[in-house]
């Protein structure tokens, strides 16, 4: 997957009449063409590429990570905190709060409530029409 860097980031809001960097986002992401970041595989993949590392040790170091917690998050063992996938999202320069819903939705399928599931899918439709 290429990852397509963006001339803003959370940190730098760009604002669009008023609107916040999100709207901004869904603009680039469609002007671009941007392959969206779906899974937390291509959260962990797309952040290496930031940083430009292939290691997944360099990322927990560069997350702050004291554990190998990349490690069991991509084997299924353990999800992010919010606070990690919010750190994330900044890394992949993706919208925090798509990042924060799909993280509730993986948690959700992975303990099967799929009427959470629908209400998370849900939301974040609202999120990205709201952009």
Not at 20 to 30: A, P, T
Request: hydrophobic share 40%.
């Amino acid at each position: 997957m290429m990852c397509v860097t963006r001339q803003y980031s959370p940190n730098k809001k760009a604002l669009v009449n008023g609107n916040s960097w999100v709207k901004m986002s869904y603009i680039l992401d469609i002007v671009l063409d941007r392959k969206t970041v779906e899974n937390l595989t291509d959260y962990i993949e797309t952040a290496k590429q930031a940083i430009e590392t292939d290691s997944d040790r360099a990322l927990d170091r560069a997350l702050g990570n004291k554990t190998t917690l990349v490690y069991q998050w991509r084997t299924d063992r353990a999800f992010p905190s919010p606070e990690k996938m919010y750190q994330l999202a900044d890394l992949c320069e993706e919208n925090p709060a798509k990042a924060l819903m799909q993280l509730d939705i993986w948690k959700a399928q992975a303990s099967h409530q799929q009427e959470l599931v629908e209400v998370y899918k849900g939301i974040l439709r609202q999120l990205s029409h709201a952009a």
